[in-house]
C-alpha cells in the first residue's frame, strides 16, 4: 500500500508534483520487489486517505486505470474516509465533516467509481450495500 509519510505525520502536509505518477513509481517498484523475492500473489493499494488530500485522492480515482493497467490486482479502500465526510459536508460554511455511519452514499459512489476503472477489490464497511453495488456493476 501506498502511504507518504508515517501514520503520526501523514496527513500534515502531503504534497506530491504528480500524484498519479508518483504512486504508480511506487506500487511498480514494491510489486517488482516482491515478484523477485518469490512473492506470487501481488495486490496493489494506492492507499486513499493515506498521505493525500482530497485532492491527490480524487486524481487518483479519476486515473486508477494508470494504476490498473500496471498488471496487477488493485484494491481500493474509500469506504467511509474522512474525505468523503469533507466532500459530503453541507454547504453552510461550517467544517462539520458528515459522520462515518453517513457516508454510504459517498462510499458506494467512489467504490462502483473505482469498480469502472478495473479494481479488483473493494475494502468496505457496509459490505452489503457493496456487494449489491458490484452486483450492478457487473450486470
Not at 504512486?23 to 486517505?49: H, N, Q, T, Y
Request: charged share 20%.
Amino acid at each position: 500500500m501506498h502511504m507518504q509519510g508515517e501514520p503520526g505525520t501523514m496527513q500534515a502536509d502531503p504534497h506530491y508534483d504528480d500524484v498519479v505518477a508518483e504512486v504508480c513509481a511506487f506500487l511498480r517498484e514494491r510489486a517488482m520487489a516482491a515478484s523477485e523475492a518469490g512473492v506470487k500473489e501481488i495486490w496493489v493499494d494506492p492507499g486513499f486517505g493515506f498521505g493525500k488530500t482530497d485532492s491527490h485522492n480524487l486524481a487518483l480515482l479519476a486515473h486508477l486505470d494508470r494504476i490498473v493497467e500496471m498488471g496487477w490486482p488493485v484494491v481500493v479502500g474509500t469506504s467511509r474516509k474522512a474525505m468523503l465526510g469533507r466532500l459530503l459536508a453541507t454547504s453552510d460554511g461550517s467544517d462539520e465533516l458528515v459522520p462515518a455511519d453517513d457516508r454510504l452514499a459517498g462510499s458506494i459512489a467512489t467504490e462502483v467509481w473505482a469498480m469502472h476503472a478495473g479494481a479488483s477489490m473493494i475494502r468496505a464497511h457496509d459490505v452489503r450495500s457493496a456487494i449489491q453495488a458490484a452486483k450492478v456493476v457487473a450486470a
